[in-house]
């Protein structure tokens, strides 16, 4: 199997918990549910909020090791932004509700001074900009890191805002409707607005919203708003809007949820969210959704799903989701189509060693980094997680071989369950790979279907009843053999070509293309091979040349074209016959002369010579496509037996016949 094909497909924790967590520590004390913040890069440093003061620390990536912790003071920590390798910067809102950026030394935490952002609470700050409201507005402001000053600053009836490394995006509430605001991140003036409406149309009430993924169209910005609410009826509905700034309608896309009843709030949105749904009982329960803008789709969760978050990082993203002793870990590829389909999971991780009761992340190399409270008591853990390879290629119709790699040797037994899709080329029914102890790769044969083109089928792969695709490459047949009866032949006779394919033909079959270089050879424009079948045969037939010739037939199957030469020999005098072995004198005499193979074009012409009492005649034209030729010879009056020969060639060669001539 090329595991080239392959598809990096999990961050599947599959280890004891003991292996997974490579080391753990506790750096703080959480007040409320929104504090703390990791980040990995350039350093690791993690900011809670301990005993009602914003706290930094600076851990040892590879123990855990606390290298320094400073206090910024009263309040709590919303983010960690680092500048570089010298400067770390901590977000956060003071006990007296402002908001304040604390600068630290990175190397020995000390600390460079504050800056005073205003009265207002911060929500989120990421890549300089700050968001965040008091009881009379919202605040969106830039900050400029490298010389701690504020560029500028936003006030408004903002509901929401995101930046990412694109842009920024604002919304604020327009009536009934909603205002999408793209600001300019030099200045923070509006480059472009679009105006939304039609959300009561899906919802009767809204409970949340949240920015969710951003991405770069052609010449287009494109931002997802997601809402939380009640759809007409009182069931609870994830609709999702895509809105371009630049023009008119939006496009609509929703995911109604299982039961009626108060949604609490989102966790992270993006291409998957979180979503925690509160009965009128009191009981609850997550869901995890996904809204894109060509679908939407549901699954429920039975874990109690306190937060969530994701960190994107080249082509792959890690999403976190805790709940009070459980960890899921989601290995998202932004790879082409499949972007934000889950390809991996772990399934929930049981880690009886680890209380979790609010859960973030940072990836850190090969680790992950997340965070986990319990009673008040903070601690950062990194967990290892185990990826697998799955992936599988074959010419369509041949089984192909699934396989399934482990980054390392599996420490306890695992079963994924690899079950075909309706509808794709690859599978049928549901298949199982087990790993025993020790194991690090397995495979299995899977049918497939065959293909009239090169293509990417799919597979279903799970793993504690939680599925992702596993991608595979089916190809289409090719032409691996041309050949022929015979490398060589004369005018008339027939030879039998085949054409072999290196797998099954498909539905309708696979056509050949037949051709030859000089006209000599006759054969089929087309030859066509059965669907399921992997050869066909067809005739070859050979006209007659002037000359020896050597020709070339051609196969073509729109990709492969292979050659063969054939060598055409001219026809040749090959026998003569005389009617009589004597004849009376002054009689005629019947001449019958016999080609190896049907004359050429023009007739093969045969020159006649006599000796004795057969008199001389002029040559004989075989004419052509004929193999024999009779001619009349006449003899002369003798008085006595007379011996005479009959002579015959055409082209150096020479046949003899004797006749005895009587009188």
């Keep these: 199997m090329r595991w080239a094909l392959s598809l990096l497909l999990a961050g599947l924790a599959l280890l004891g918990s003991s292996q997974v967590v490579a080391w753990s520590t506790k750096v703080g004390q959480h007040t409320d549910e929104s504090g703390g913040s990791l980040s990995a890069w350039p350093h690791l440093m993690a900011g809670f909020t301990s005993a009602g003061s914003m706290t930094l620390s600076r851990l040892d990536p590879v123990t855990g090791d606390l290298v320094w912790r400073s206090v910024a003071g009263p309040g709590t920590v919303t983010a960690v932004v680092q500048e570089s390798v010298q400067r770390v910067h901590l977000f956060g809102t003071s006990s007296s509700g402002r908001a304040q950026v604390h600068t630290f030394n990175s190397n020995n935490g000390n600390l460079l001074g504050t800056v005073d952002l205003g009265e207002f609470q911060i929500e989120w700050a990421q890549y300089g900009c700050v968001f965040g409201k008091n009881e009379h507005t919202s605040v969106l402001l830039r900050f400029d890191m490298p010389t701690r000053t504020v560029t500028w600053s936003r006030t408004g009836p903002m509901i929401v805002a995101m930046t990412d490394a ?53 010449g287009s910005d494109f931002a997802q708003i997601v809402f939380l609410g009640d759809a007409p009826g009182g069931r609870g509905r994830l609709l999702s809007c895509w809105a371009n700034p630049n023009d008119g309608g939006p496009v609509w896309q929703y995911v109604d949820l299982s039961s009626p009843g108060y949604l609490a709030r989102l966790g992270y949105v993006g291409y998957y969210m979180g979503v925690r749904e509160e009965t009128a009982s009191g009981s609850q329960k997550s869901m995890e959704y996904g809204v894109e803008p060509s679908y939407a789709y549901g699954t429920p969760s039975s874990k109690r799903l306190l ?62 980094l997340f965070e986990a409270r319990d009673q008040g008591q903070s601690s950062v853990y990194v967990m290892r997680p185990q990826k697998v390879s799955a992936g599988f290629g074959a010419i369509g119709g041949d089984p192909a071989t699934f396989g399934v790699r482990l980054s390392s040797p599996a420490t306890k037994p695992v079963t994924f369950k690899i079950s075909a899709v309706p509808g794709q080329p690859a599978g049928a029914g549901t298949q199982t790979i087990s790993f025993a102890v020790g194991d690090e790769a397995k495979s299995v044969q899977i049918p497939t279907l065959p293909v009239s083109e090169d293509q990417f089928a799919f597979m279903e792969m799970s793993y504690n009843n939680i599925r992702h695709r596993v991608y595979g490459q089916l190809r289409r047949p090719k032409m691996a053999l041309f050949t022929m009866s015979a490398n060589y032949g004369r005018g008339g006779d027939v030879l039998t070509g085949t054409v072999e394919l ?24 087309f030859v066509t091979v059965p669907h399921g079948q992997r050869e066909a045969t067809f005739p070859i037939t050979l006209f007659a040349p ?10 073509l199957d ?25 004849v009376k004198g002054g009689t005629a005499l019947a001449l019958t002369i016999d080609l190896d193979a049907p004359a050429p074009a023009g007739g093969l012409v045969c020159s006649v010579a006599t000796e004795g009492a057969v008199l001389p005649r002029p040559p004989v034209t075989v004419p052509l496509g004929s193999r024999t030729f009779a001619a009349t010879l006449y003899t002369s009056v003798v008085t006595a037996d007379t011996p005479s020969i009959v002579h015959v060639s055409a082209q150096g060669r020479v046949r003899t016949k004797a006749v005895l001539v009587r009188p």
């Design 558 to 582: 729109g990709q492969i074209q292979l050659r063969r030469t054939l060598t055409l020999l001219r026809s040749e005098l090959h026998a003569i016959s005389l009617s009589n072995a004597w």
């Design 546 to 555: 002037t000359v020896t010739t050597t020709v070339t037939v051609t196969a």
């Design 307 to 368: 937060g969530t978050y994701l960190h994107e990082s080249g082509l792959e993203s890690v999403y976190v989701a805790g709940s009070r002793r459980d960890i899921s870990l989601w290995r998202v590829g932004a790879l082409g189509e499949d972007r934000g389909h889950p390809v991996g999971v772990d399934g929930g991780l049981n880690v009886d060693d680890i209380p979790i009761a609010k859960a973030s992340n940072a990836l850190l190399g090969d680790y992950v």
């Design 166 to 218: 694109y842009g920024i995006f604002a919304l604020e509430q327009n009536g009934a409707g909603y205002t999408l605001l793209k600001l300019r991140e030099s200045t923070g003036e509006v480059e472009r607005t679009n105006v939304i409406q039609g959300v009561g149309g899906f919802l009767s009430r809204v409970h949340d919203i949240r920015f969710g993924s951003y991405r770069i169209g052609v």
């Design 502 to 525: 290196t797998g099954q033909a498909p539905v309708g079959g696979m056509p050949v293309q037949i051709s030859d270089s000089s006209g000599l050879v006759g054969t089929p424009a």
